[in-house]
């Protein structure tokens, strides 16, 4: 069963950029085709999608977000990485990572999520 | 790109069903099959719980169903149990290659 876990700093200030980290275990990232997601959820609020991207880098972005969003995978350290710059509270999120089963929305495996606040 | 929408709250007693709607577009839900149900306890990450509208991955009780009908997927949970409280969600692929999801629904076992 692949395992994921996000990694990163609880707290970031406004304006600065947000950079996280999603680490899957079990080895089973380096072959075949697979796609990846980060999701968000503001606390007390309902699930946000902020990209996907697939092993031989492709992107998809949400629109809202994709101005301020870069994804990016390293096959070789099984990392996922999400870097959203110039945030401000409204991005103040539990942050998830998740595997899909096709790269049309099915998302597999997830994080536990870590927590981001955004505040000065 | 515009959230799919479901309702904010149902309820059921145990042993009876409940269905969850979930309203999209035709460039969404219309368009495709790709429409996911999650479940989410409190605190914990979603679970999927059915894809490709219909479909349950192996473990999932087969008391969760999926259905759709033009714009509108449907989540149906028959015999009702306490352990179904919980926040439902659903997401579709959309024509931009992207994926939105609904608000959520919070389901109460009475």
């Known amino acids: 069963q692949l395992q994921l876990q996000e990694s990163g700093p609880g707290l970031v200030k406004p304006s600065e950029t947000l950079s996280l980290n999603c680490t899957v275990s079990?080895?089973?990232?380096?072959?075949?085709?697979?796609?990846w997601g980060w999701i968000r959820q503001p606390p007390g609020k309902g699930l946000e999608w902020i990209g996907t991207?697939?092993?031989?880098?492709?992107?998809f972005y949400n629109p809202s977000l994709k101005s301020r969003v870069t994804m990016s995978v390293d096959i070789s350290t099984f990392r996922l990485s999400l870097r959203l710059t110039s945030v401000t509270a409204a991005d103040t999120a539990v942050y998830f990572c998740?595997?899909?089963?096709?790269?049309?929305?099915?998302?597999?495996?997830w994080g536990q999520g870590t927590l981001v606040t955004v505040s000065s | 790109q515009s959230a799919l929408t479901q309702p904010a709250s149902v309820s059921g007693s145990p042993g009876q069903s409940i269905t969850i709607s979930c309203t999209g577009t035709?460039?969404?839900?219309?368009?495709?099959?790709?429409v996911s149900w999650y479940q989410q306890y409190p605190g914990k990450a979603p679970q999927l719980i059915i894809y490709?509208?219909?479909y349950r991955p192996s473990g999932v009780s087969d008391r969760f169903s999926g259905s759709k009908s033009g714009n509108t997927a449907s989540l149906t949970i028959s015999g009702l149990q306490a352990e179904d409280e919980a926040d439902y969600y659903c997401?579709?692929?959309?024509?931009?290659?992207?994926?939105?999801f609904g608000g959520g629904t919070k389901l109460t076992v009475l």
């Open positions: 991207i697939y092993n031989d880098g492709r992107t």
């Open positions: 997401n579709s692929f959309t024509t931009s290659s992207t994926v939105v």
């Open positions: 079990s080895g089973s990232v380096s072959t075949g085709d697979f796609y």
């Open positions: 035709r460039t969404d839900i219309g368009y495709y099959n790709f």
């Open positions: 998740a595997r899909l089963g096709s790269g049309f929305g099915d998302l597999r495996s």
């Open positions: 490709d509208a219909t």
